[in-house]
């Protein structure tokens, strides 16, 4: 039963919808030198180098104002900002902040207008309306393993190149996700190999010649 299910799930996945990566950043010299002193200063944990090169108004949450404080505040991640209960969790969320930053600047990503460069790539996608990017998943890599259960021992159901999938929810103890393909297969797909459509982006923008970074958000 287990391999019927592997062949008619790889059989569909010729109509599955496939997101490729995309990386135009070579494509401005000076936006590439930009983006790789900014990688470097990411490794560094230069955070004035990185707030130097933000917009004086640039957006990091929609609750909040904005601007340097703020993008300061998401990579310093004070204790005092948590209750006391809850203070050993700052340490945590500082190291996944910074990682979520590295890792949108290293997806690749579009320049979707003169002197407008977004990443990544996945948020400049312009999706059919049949799909809601609150719902769906893009894998991103080639032969992905779709399980049939949360566990990295469980049967191979498929293996995934960039699709666009239906995403449930993460499974919170083994880091699966419940998927669903284009002929409603379902099966399990580790987080580290998914992206939301609305995950965290970063725009940059050029402005009287030096490029900044204006938008650093998650969610919608």
Same mark, same amino acid.
């Given at each position: 039963m287990t391999a019927f299910l592997a062949l008619a799930s790889q059989a569909a996945l010729a109509q599955? #919808?496939?997101?490729?990566?995309r990386d135009e950043a070579a494509r401005d010299p000076a936006f590439l030198a930009f #983006?790789?002193?900014?990688? *470097?200063?990411?490794?560094?944990?230069? #955070?004035?180098?990185?707030?130097?090169?933000?917009?004086s108004d640039v957006l990091v949450?929609?609750?909040?104002n904005g601007g340097?404080? *703020?993008l300061r505040e998401f990579f310093l991640v004070p204790e005092e900002n948590y209750a006391d209960e809850y203070k050993h969790l700052a340490a945590e969320t500082r190291e996944e902040n910074w990682a979520t930053f590295e890792e949108t600047l290293t997806l690749g990503g579009v320049f979707t207008a003169p002197g407008t460069f977004v990443t990544p790539?996945?948020?400049?996608?312009?999706?059919? *309306?049949?799909?809601?990017?609150f719902g769906i998943l893009v894998v991103t890599g080639t032969s992905v393993l779709m399980r049939q259960a949360p566990d990295r021992d469980a049967p191979v159901l498929a293996r #995934?190149?960039?699709a666009v999938v239906t995403g449930n929810e993460i499974d919170p103890v083994n880091g699966y996700a419940e998927v669903t393909l284009h002929d409603g297969a379902k099966g399990f797909v580790h987080v580290d190999y998914l992206r939301s459509?609305?995950?965290q982006r970063a725009i940059f923008r050029r402005e009287d010649g030096e490029w900044k970074m204006e938008v650093l958000v998650a969610g919608d």
């Open positions: 599955q #919808l496939q997101v490729l990566p #983006l790789t002193r900014l990688q *470097e200063a990411i490794h560094s944990r230069d #955070l004035a180098y990185i707030v130097a090169q933000s917009s949450s929609f609750g909040g340097h404080d *703020e790539y996945i948020f400049a996608y312009d999706f059919p *309306e049949k799909y809601d990017v #995934l190149n960039y459509p609305i995950d």
